[in-house]
């Protein structure tokens, strides 16, 4: 007969949680919230590049619709999405998302429509630059706009 040993090694993170010491949870969330405060003004600049993205991707486009095109745009503006609100922007967040929303639904129908697209993209500058301003009234006003231009193609064009 042969013996069977079987090994279990130490799990070091578990003896690491029990193992007092470190910083208190009110200064480890401070100097989380400090962190991603610094990150604010990287996410403002890579959010201007989107836009600058977007705003090239929609000048090409024509009256007619172009799925190629408007996969691109989608792709440039859906991308971020998420990054902005864990800096602090959770409205550029909801702008780009109504885009996208938008996007999706035009794609559906197989059609284009310029100016609800510029709508979103102007609106999206605007958010950009204001994002510092203490309007929450305004913001939330521009972002109920969105959703009503995007709502619109949501339904069907025959409904």
């Given at each position: 007969?042969?013996?069977?040993?079987?090994?279990?090694?130490?799990?070091?993170?578990?003896?690491?949680?029990?193992?007092?010491?470190?910083?208190?949870?009110?200064?480890?969330?401070?100097?989380?919230?400090?962190?991603?405060?610094?990150?604010?003004?990287?996410?403002?600049?890579?959010?201007?590049?989107?836009?600058?993205?977007?705003?090239?991707?929609?000048?090409?486009?024509?009256?007619?619709?172009?799925?190629?095109?408007?996969?691109?745009?989608?792709?440039?503006?859906?991308?971020?999405?998420?990054?902005?609100?864990?800096?602090?922007?959770?409205?550029?967040?909801?702008?780009?998302?109504?885009?996208?929303?938008?996007?999706?639904?035009?794609?559906?129908?197989?059609?284009?429509?310029?100016?609800?697209?510029?709508v979103h993209l102007r609106?999206?500058?605007?958010?950009?630059?204001?994002?510092?301003?203490?309007?929450?009234?305004?913001?939330?006003?521009?972002?109920?706009?969105?959703?009503?231009?995007?709502?619109?193609?949501?339904?069907?064009?025959?409904?």
């Amino acid at each position: 007969m042969s013996s069977v040993k079987i090994h279990t090694p130490p799990v070091r993170l578990a003896k690491l949680l029990r193992t007092p010491g470190g910083l208190p949870v009110a200064e480890a969330v401070q100097r989380a919230g400090a962190g991603l405060e610094s990150l604010k003004t990287d996410c403002l600049g890579e959010l201007k590049t989107v836009l600058e993205a977007a705003e090239a991707c929609a000048a090409r486009a024509s009256d007619a619709f172009d799925a190629d095109l408007l996969a691109e745009l989608y792709g440039v503006v859906s991308k971020p999405i998420g990054v902005p609100s864990v800096c602090g922007l959770a409205s550029m967040d909801t702008a780009l998302i109504s885009l996208s929303d938008l996007l999706d639904y035009l794609k559906g129908q197989q059609r284009w429509d310029a100016n609800a697209v510029a709508v979103h993209l102007r609106a999206l500058r605007l958010l950009l630059h204001t994002e510092g301003a203490a309007d929450a009234a305004g913001t939330q006003a521009i972002l109920a706009g969105l959703r009503k231009v995007s709502q619109r193609y949501a339904r069907p064009s025959g409904a």
